[in-house]
């Protein structure tokens, strides 16, 4: 099993930029394919973006296509996802998770170890 921890949330205003770091330990991490989700309350886990074991394809939610970037570094154990132009609807508990199956990029249940999370909060 593999442990992951994020960092790099905060509070920005609208139209700026954060980058989410995800570290990861105990595991092979370049097996994993990779993803972010993110929550808000009352609201099941959203597909964000993932990433292939490679680090060669990536997948996003069409509501951030074009302002986030995901990103891996296999060699330092970290998955990265950089977000511009944010919005306030963008406001969320960001997650890292990491899963071993082709498929189920875009559904939370396929994915078999989280983080704890980290908020990001988007003022207007």
């Known amino acids: 099993q593999v442990q992951l921890v994020e960092s790099g949330g905060g509070l920005v205003q609208a139209g700026g930029s954060l980058r989410l770091s995800c570290a990861a330990s105990?595991?092979?991490?370049?097996?994993?394919?990779m993803g972010w989700f993110r929550q808000t309350p009352g609201k099941e886990r959203e597909f964000v973006a993932a990433?292939?074991?490679?680090?060669?394809?990536?997948y996003y939610a069409d509501s951030v296509k074009g302002r986030f970037t995901i990103s891996r570094d296999n060699a330092k154990n970290t998955v990265g996802l950089q977000m511009n132009s944010l919005k306030p609807e963008d406001t969320a508990v960001y997650y890292c998770?990491?899963?071993?199956?082709?498929?189920?990029?875009?559904?939370?249940?396929?994915?078999?170890?989280w983080g704890q999370g980290t908020q990001v909060t988007v003022s207007s």
């Open positions: 105990g595991g092979t991490f370049s097996s994993f394919r």
């Open positions: 990433v292939s074991r490679s680090g060669s394809t990536t």
């Open positions: 998770a990491a899963r071993d199956s082709v498929g189920g990029i875009f559904e939370f249940k396929a994915y078999h170890s």
